[in-house]
């Protein structure tokens, strides 16, 4: 048997209801206004837009081609990493904190638990976060 509008909600479709509007039931009206003047609504500051022509060309003078000449070309590729020619990470202005004695005695007690964690990584009913978070340790230990 079809269903027709005055049935109810049916999901997706052109039947169905929207439960997002506020409602229209006779008298709920009076309610709600007295409810809105209750807590007055904020007042926002007025935001203009940038038209779109300003908008293309601010982009186009601040994104780099993809395959456009570098615009260091005395730098190595490799500065910002801990290998290779260049600067370390420490350009990068990350603090990178020296091992403290607390650390280094917890990565050496860690190294004990190795095994057993990597067993439980082995299990086929070990989940995704957790296989992730022994693969975490195991690599900063």
Known sequence: MARGPLAGAAGPGKFSKRTDLPSTSYGEGVET????????????????????SQVRRTA???????????????????????MGDGAGPEVLG?????PTEDDTRFRAEMQEYLPVLSYIASLPNTSPETRKAIRQLRDNL
């Open 60 to 82: 186009e003078r601040s994104i780099t081609p993809l395959y456009a000449p570098s615009e260091r070309p005395q730098e190595p590729i490799t500065t910002g990493i801990p």
């Open 33 to 52: 206004k007295s409810i809105q003047q209750g807590a007055p609504l904020a007042k926002s500051a007025e935001v203009r837009g940038m038209p779109s």
């Open 94 to 98: 990350v603090n990178q904190p020296r």
